[in-house]
């Protein structure tokens, strides 16, 4: 069940399907590719900001979605994945520390460090074609 208790129905106009998918994540963790990929397959998909936000739960207030999907990465990979990043541990920490709160709740949680774009994919669509299905 998604943390509302309710599966999803015909009878509330989604016909199964996760109406609206929200990704959160640290930086350089694959939101942005994933939402874009979601998108195309119909999905109401949105990353939010989660990690900019002093605001713990954002996530719930600006995108009530059906489905939260968690995308963490760590230091090392995002790191390699965007070495522009001019930052260190120190911000690195404090925009998971924002993120805990999304991390807690999220419905499916991806850990993308070793993973391709087209993999964390296919986690995220099995996850939410059992989450339409009911039986995840």
């Known amino acids: 069940m998604p943390r509302s208790g309710i599966a999803p129905s015909a009878a509330d106009g989604g016909e199964g399907r996760a109406r609206r998918v ?20 119909g999905y109401d998909a949105r ?5 900019h936000s002093y605001v713990p739960d954002m996530w719930q207030r600006i ?14 990979a995002a790191s390699q994945r965007r070495r522009m990043l001019a930052w260190g541990t120190p911000q690195w920490e404090e925009e998971c520390r924002r993120l805990s709160h999304a991390r807690t709740h999220c419905d499916l949680y991806i850990l993308t460090d070793d993973l391709t774009p087209d993999e964390v994919l296919e986690r995220a669509l099995d996850f939410l074609h059992a989450w339409e299905k009911g039986s995840y």
């Open 47 to 51: 990353h939010v900001a989660q990690e």
């Open 63 to 76: 995108a009530r979605p059906d489905v939260l999907i968690y995308l963490d990465v760590g230091y090392e």
């Open 22 to 41: 929200a990704v959160v994540g640290p930086s350089a963790a694959g939101k942005s590719t994933l939402v874009a990929a979601l998108r195309e397959r």
